[in-house]
């Protein structure tokens, strides 16, 4: 079992920036790819980026692409989303995600496809 804590979020203003953190417990980090995620009342939870457990590949949502970057460092169980150019329709809660690592498994967008979730954390952006 992984449990996943998320950090960072917050209010700031159109064109800001924010980072967000989510360190991970309970399982062996490096063996999981990790996602960002985001939900706003009413819609489905939306992919934004994944990461490979090794760091070495990403993908990107394409709403997000060039404006948000992922990382991870697994010697601190710990995930990040730097946000830059925020926007007010980046209002969301923000959520990240494991994905169990298999042979020849690469990160996935699908939300079905992760089995660990942390409990969110609110980023609005004002116009």
């Known amino acids: 079992q992984v449990q996943l804590v998320e950090s960072g979020g917050g209010l700031v203003q159109a064109g800001g920036s924010l980072r967000l953190s989510c360190v991970g417990s309970?399982?062996?980090?490096?063996?999981?790819?990790m996602g960002w995620f985001r939900q706003t009342p009413g819609k489905e939870r939306e992919f934004l980026a994944a990461?490979?457990?090794?760091?070495?590949?990403?993908i990107y949502a394409d709403s997000v692409k060039g404006r948000f970057t992922i990382s991870r460092d697994n010697a601190k169980n710990t995930v990040y989303l730097q946000m830059n150019s925020l926007k007010p329709e980046d209002t969301a809660v923000y959520y990240c995600?494991?994905?169990?690592?298999?042979?020849?498994?690469?990160?996935?967008?699908?939300?079905?496809?992760?089995?660990?979730w942390g409990q969110g954390t609110q980023v609005t952006v004002s116009s």
């Open positions: 309970g399982g062996s980090f490096s063996t999981y790819h």
């Open positions: 995600a494991a994905d169990k690592v298999y042979l020849g498994s690469v990160p996935r967008s699908d939300s079905a496809a992760y089995d660990y």
């Open positions: 990461i490979k457990w090794s760091g070495a590949y990403t």
